[in-house]
């Protein structure tokens, strides 16, 4: 019994060392998927957000004398953003800051538009028009809570792959992945005009 105990200890800390492998290997695969589902919900908010205003420029669109520069550039700032789509398993901060910038031109677009509307009295008066204006605000709070859901979701794999000794037996297959920041300018202060 003696001259098998070596080969039990040496059995069992070669189980233990698999083990803790497979551990460290399902941890960070659990990670990967929770950012990549934390990323579709922010699709999926920016996607709604685009619905919303197609519907918006549809609805604007009936009052007949509106200006039709501010339309265009709302159909064409949300035409730019649909078509970019970004695999989250391989995002880099580049590709994060072009969607990020594809969606910001759509929010500077979609905000000349509403204050144009403000010149339009039977527009406001609108049914439809008030209740899609009620809804995408309620969508910018959903895209809102998407994305810090996601950067919650990116802390939290980033911390757990970039540690030690993760890091190590990791060895390289799952990299940093970016945080959503705000749009460049977003720190000056917004001018308002009357």
């Known amino acids: 019994m003696r001259k098998f105990l070596p080969i039990i200890v040496i059995g069992g800390i070669l189980l233990i060392g698999i083990m803790w492998y497979m551990n460290v290997n399902n941890t960070a695969n659990?990670?990967?998927q929770g950012v990549n589902k934390e990323w579709g919900n922010v699709e999926t908010s920016y996607q709604r957000r685009n619905d919303l205003i197609g519907n918006l420029v549809n609805t604007v669109k009936g009052a007949a004398d509106f200006e039709k520069g501010t339309l265009t550039a709302v159909i064409e700032a949300r035409s730019k953003a649909?078509?970019?789509t970004i695999d989250p398993s391989k995002i880099t901060p580049e590709q994060l800051?072009?969607?990020n910038q594809a969606q910001g031109?759509?929010?500077s677009a979609l905000s000349r538009l509403l204050v144009t509307v403000e010149q339009y009295p039977q527009l406001r008066a609108n049914e439809n028009f008030l209740k899609l204006q009620d809804e995408l605000a309620s969508t910018e709070n959903t895209i809102q809570t998407a994305r810090t859901r996601y950067n919650e979701a990116?802390?939290?794999y980033n911390g757990y792959v970039l540690n030690m000794p993760q890091n190590?037996?990791?060895n390289g297959k799952y990299t940093e992945k970016p945080f959503f920041k705000s749009v460049a300018g977003a720190e000056k202060p917004v001018e308002v005009k009357f």
């Open 30 to 32: 659990k990670k990967t």
């Open 82 to 84: 649909t078509s970019m």
């Open 97 to 99: 800051e072009q969607f």
């Open 105 to 107: 031109g759509v929010s």
């Open 154 to 156: 990116v802390q939290d």
């Open 168 to 170: 190590m037996i990791l």
